[in-house]
Each structure stands twice: as C-alpha cells, then as structure tokens.
C-alpha cells in the first residue's frame, strides 16, 4: 500500500479487518517493522483522537515520531500555485513539502475542506499535493472529503458489536452551530457501502452528499421511519455540499437531536459518533451515557486502525 486516502486504497476489507483483529490482539506483534522509521504527522486543522492514537500506533510499530502544526510555529504557507507572495506568508507548499519529505519515511496530513471553493476541495488540492510532491507513502489523517482512518475504526467497530451478519446501520445528520465538513459522512458512506450491510442515510432535504458516496445507500428524509429496527446508529453533522448552498448551515433543528424518543424505535441500537460531539446539539446526555453508547470503544479502535494503516505502509516502503 503506497498511500491510504480511501477505501479502495486499503484493498480486500476482509484482509484488513483480519489484521486488525490480529493486532488487536497483541498490538506490539510488529514493533521490530518500524525501527529507524519515522512518521511525520502534518495538522493544518486541531485534532485530539487522530494525533493520539495514530501516534500510539506507530510507537507500537516501533517508529520514531515527528509532529508538525502547520498553523504554530510553521511559516505560514501560501497553497496556490501562480500567487505572486508579497503577503503574510513566506514560504510557499510546493518547496515545504519536498522539504518534510527529506526527513521522515511516511507522512500522515491532515487538512479540512475550506468551504472556499468546492472544486478545490472536491479534488483534495493539499492532500495530492503532498502524495505527488513529498516523495513519500501520504495517509490521510481527515482531509477534505474522507476520512479513512475513523472509516476503518467505525467498521472495526461494528464488527465487533454486530448481533447479526448484516446489520441495519443508520447514519443521521444532527444540529451543530457551525458548518462542519462532509468528510467524515462521506468517508462512512463510502465504507459502510463496501460491506453487505443494510445502510441508510438519513437528513434533512438540502443535505444530501456527494453522489459518489452516497452510491446505493437508502436516503430517508424521514428520520423516526430511518431508524426503525436500526441495529446501529451512527450521528454527524455536516455542512450542505449540494448547489449553491455548499458549507452553508441550513437548519439548527433540533428534532434531530438524538435522543430517547428516537432510538426507542430503534432495536435496541448501539450509538455511534467519531467525536468530538457537541452533546445536546447532536446527541442527548442521556443517550450518549447510555450503555449502549459505543463512542468510547469506538476511539479506542483509531488505534488499531492505525496501526493496520502504518503496518501496511511499512511493508511496502
Ligand atoms: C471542523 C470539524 C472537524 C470534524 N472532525 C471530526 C473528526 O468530527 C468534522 O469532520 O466535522
Ligand atoms: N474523530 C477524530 O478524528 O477526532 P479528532 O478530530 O480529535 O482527531
């Protein structure tokens, strides 16, 4: 594996979720494959889950580790190509990424849909810049429009919690007060339609995702008849992609809030999110402390997804 963005990058699903319980059981099974190794990580955006757990898993991997916050204590980067840089930023990303490239093995970015402009997005502009420039295997650690990593630990995880082959798997769009990006809606979309699984989308009209992830997926605009017989429930917010609306807010409704009355319907669901959520926008106190509440299980596997992920771009390095 050269690089991991999607799900297609990470080929038979069933090999790699073999691997993750294989590690799952002895995480430090491979700590001899990353010595001398080094993984840098690059944040253009905050992260608490990812920076962590993806760090943990290259220790497992026995790999030295560098962090860079591309927004403190980096020269501020201009991205676009052609700009005449007589601004605030001195360096351009088309020298600093060749240059990262020099000293480490593997480079893991993360960088958010802007909401600028949904080509420069859509065609993930910064995340192909560091896979052609960098000289290096680039996995994405949340980039415009996947996320792979949080992808691959959400199946972990209902696999481990599946109570039959195919599982009913809701995923509901909830309130939040700011635009956030359709990555990680995108991202389980995509992954949840590489599996057999019963899947289902479930928003407002005017949320609908990109065709290409959205794919066979039932889209039911109906939230309480969506989560009828749900086996899992899986809650994000994200921004309009459609139109002219594109990183617009277009409700706060809170009847979208995931709470008691809706999961009543569900059998007996368990609750997903990557986290961080905003509790009572997204979810209930109630629900979210529920035992059937998996979030926490659910981060844990970033660990594991993790490790698979750097395992793999290690054997092919
Ligand atoms: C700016 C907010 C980023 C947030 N990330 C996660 C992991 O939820 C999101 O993708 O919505
Ligand atoms: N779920 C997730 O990626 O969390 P962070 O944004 O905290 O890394």
């Known amino acids: 594996m050269k690089k991991f963005t999607c799900v297609q990058d990470i080929g038979d699903l069933k090999s790699a979720l073999a691997e993750a319980f294989e590690i799952k059981k002895d995480r430090f099974k491979y700590v001899e494959l990353g010595r001398n190794k080094t993984l840098m990580m690059i944040f253009f955006n905050s992260s608490l889950r990812t920076r962590l757990s993806t760090q943990k898993a290259a220790l497992n991997l026995g790999m030295n580790v560098m962090v860079l916050d591309i927004n403190q204590g980096a020269w501020k980067l201009e991205t676009e190509r052609g700009v005449i840089m007589d601004g605030d930023k001195p360096e351009h990303l088309l020298e600093a990424i060749p240059v990262m490239g020099c000293y480490c093995d593997i480079i893991g970015v993360r960088s958010f849909a802007r909401f600028e402009n949904r080509d420069f997005d859509y065609q993930e502009t910064i995340l192909n810049q560091f896979i052609q420039y960098s000289g290096r295997p680039v996995f994405s650690m949340e980039a415009a429009t996947r996320h ?13 919690y599946k109570k039959t082959v195919r599982p009913k798997v809701v995923m509901t769009w909830a309130p939040h007060p700011r635009p ?3 990555a ?3 991202s389980f979309a995509e992954w949840m ?3 057999d699984y019963d899947f289902v989308i479930t928003h407002p009209e005017g949320y609908e995702l990109a065709p290409q992830f959205v794919g066979n997926a039932k889209v039911e605009y109906d939230q309480m008849k969506a989560f009828e017989g749900a086996d899992f429930i899986y809650a994000k917010n994200w921004a309009a992609y459609a139109g002219d609306n594109y990183g617009q807010i277009l409700s706060k409704d809170r009847e979208w809030t995931v709470s008691d009355r809706q999961m009543e319907v569900t059998n007996n669901a368990f609750f997903m999110h990557c986290l ?38 290690l054997e092919s390095l």
């Open 148 to 160: 792979p990593l949080q992808s691959f630990a959400d199946l972990i995880t209902i696999e481990e």
């Open 193 to 195: 339609n590489a599996t």
């Open 184 to 186: 990680v809606p995108n």
């Open 180 to 182: 956030l990006p359709q």
């Open 276 to 313: 961080p959520v905003r509790r009572n926008m997204i979810v209930t106190d109630d629900v979210i402390e529920s035992p059937q509440s998996i979030v926490i299980p659910e981060a844990a596997n970033r660990e594991i997804s993790a490790t698979v992920v750097l395992k793999k771009l």
